[in-house]
């Protein structure tokens, strides 16, 4: 057989913002179509008028442009396959809903969910199947007449498929291999209803991949006990030499403990679990999302990449082209994924780091002037240059105390406040303060400002080479009490810099301040 044109598609259903985890099934989609020179295909799966909700469609794409996923076709992007909505497909499906129907694979079906509720509380473990469906209210049992006037008088309906027992199932899938099942345990999966004429999600997914040609189809594992039921949907229309494969990723995992990741591990854990805040209409709540804490895309990318997927070697930072290149589907892990948050971070300072202190800028800027402070360009890039492989200390929701690197822009307002704002006031009960303001520190400081003042060019390498051999002559430290005077307290970059940043007159009037208030 000659090789088929890998098409894989990203199918979400627009029931509300994207979950992180639908971010990686997406990625893992696109390396793999990049890799093999494949199109990648975005697809509306909105059968389920339900569980519609306004604005998730537009928030997906917004997601992916942001992360940098692209796609080649589908809704909004265009296509020749289209419409990509399954929503404006229902003509399509109506014809394949009737090509089972006159093929005998499919069957009509009568019963009102009170019937069926009722035969739920009658018969343990009930299931619609081969053995049951002769006791329901159905085409198989009233007979083709009977169906005919029934659908004609208006009855609703749904489109039954019609499952014959003990046949094997397999399913070809990449990363789990072969997975077996008796078909005895499926049952006769609804197609189509038609209350709202539209198939369910089962019949328009199948026809879709297989009218779109998709060659894989790479989904998360809560599709896999789907599977069968597919495989048998194709094998019904006569499709199986177009099946695509299938390939079912590893669930994510919750932080700690066991189970799936939900979005209240986030809640509690204090990290987000959709790619883009989310602002939901009807409760009014906010989520939050990776954009809006500041996580770069890369880093996210990066960081879902390995969840589910590792490359072999040490390597752990990787760009989107590596990706591309490294990824191997089949060598994904068949066990679930642990969300590991931190390590997020951690991959967020990687890539936070290694961009030029300019482009930290805007985002510093906005922050800045929330607080009230306008600066320039210049002088935040400096300060951003001077702190940002600083460390700090942030607590956990038990309260214990953690340190890290920086990892967001936002990391750096409590840390440089001072560059922006004289202390305000020296706290006595501040030990560095205590410790380092004596009696004989005042006559110090007047002498350190007067050195200061005679400094023409205010620079770095000026300061030091005045006050280096001065404060050796006059067996002084000044550094510590000088600190105290710039910065309050014990933080802060060297003091040959922070006062070079300050400029000549903001350092000496900090200085004096400081000796009036000690
Ligand atoms: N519409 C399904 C979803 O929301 C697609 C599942 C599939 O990829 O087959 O995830």
């Known amino acids: 057989m000659s090789e088929r044109r890998v098409r894989v598609r990203f199918a979400p259903s627009p029931t509300g913002p994207l979950h992180i985890g639908g971010v990686r099934t997406a990625l893992y989609n696109y390396l793999f179509a990049r890799q093999r020179g494949g199109d990648m295909v975005f697809r509306i799966e909105d059968t389920d008028s339900n569980r519609f909700v306004p604005g998730a469609e537009e928030y997906i794409i917004e997601s992916f442009k942001w992360l940098g996923i692209t796609f080649d076709e589908g809704v909004s992007f265009g296509g020749k396959y289209g419409p990509y909505r399954q929503s404006e497909r229902r003509d399509i499906y109506r014809k394949y809903v009737q090509q089972l129907l006159d093929a005998g694979k499919a069957y009509i079906a009568f019963d009102t969910p009170e019937e069926l509720d009722r035969k739920r509380q009658e018969v343990e473990n009930f299931q619609y199947d081969a053995t049951t469906r002769l006791t329901m209210r159905n ?120 189970g799936k990741l939900s979005k209240r591990d986030g809640d509690k854990l204090g990290f987000p679990v959709f790619p883009l805040q989310w602002h939901d209409a009807q409760s009014g709540q906010i989520s939050s999302g990776y954009r809006e804490k500041g996580y770069l895309p890369e880093a996210v990318i990066n960081f879902l990449a390995l969840l589910g997927w590792n490359p072999g070697t040490e390597q752990e930072l990787f760009t989107l082209n590596e990706l591309v290149k490294a990824f191997d589907i089949e060598k994904c892990s068949k066990a679930g994924a642990r969300f590991d948050y931190i390590k997020g971070i951690w991959f967020n300072q990687q890539y936070l780091v290694r961009r030029p202190a300019e482009e930290w800028v805007p985002e510093f800027d906005k922050i800045l002037r929330a607080e009230g402070i306008i600066s320039t360009p210049e002088k935040e890039a400096q300060v951003v240059e001077m702190m940002k492989m600083k460390v700090i200390e942030y607590k956990d929701n038990n309260n214990i105390v953690h340190k890290r690197n920086i990892s967001f822009v936002a990391d750096l307002w409590p840390l440089c406040r001072f560059f922006f704002q004289a202390p305000k006031e020296y706290d006595p009960q501040d030990k560095f303060v205590r410790k380092n303001w004596k009696e004989d520190t005042a006559d110090m400081m007047r002498g350190l400002m007067e050195k200061l003042s005679l400094i023409d060019d205010f620079t770095v390498d000026n300061i030091r080479t005045t006050i280096e051999p001065w404060a050796e002559e006059q067996g002084y430290r000044p550094w510590n009490a000088w600190r105290v005077a710039l910065v309050g307290t014990g933080q802060g970059p060297d003091m040959y810099e922070l006062s070079a940043f300050l400029g000549k007159q903001e350092t000496i009037n900090r200085i004096e301040s400081a000796i009036a208030a000690l």
């Open 139 to 258: 085409s198989l049992t009233l007979g083709e007449e009977e169906t005919e006037r029934l659908v004609a008088q208006g009855e609703q309906y749904v489109v039954r498929f019609r499952i014959e027992p003990d046949e094997k199932v397999t399913v070809h899938d990449m990363i789990r291999g072969e997975v077996v099942v008796m078909s005895d345990i499926l049952d006769d999966k609804v197609l189509y209803k038609s209350a709202d004429d539209l198939p369910t999600y089962h019949l328009a997914n199948i026809v879709d991949d297989h009218l779109m040609e998709i060659s894989h189809v790479i989904r998360g594992e809560e599709w896999l006990p789907s599977a069968p039921l597919h495989v048998l949907l194709y094998k019904a229309f006569g499709w199986e030499d177009t099946m695509p494969q299938f390939a079912h990723l590893p669930l994510l995992l919750k932080p700690v403990g066991n």
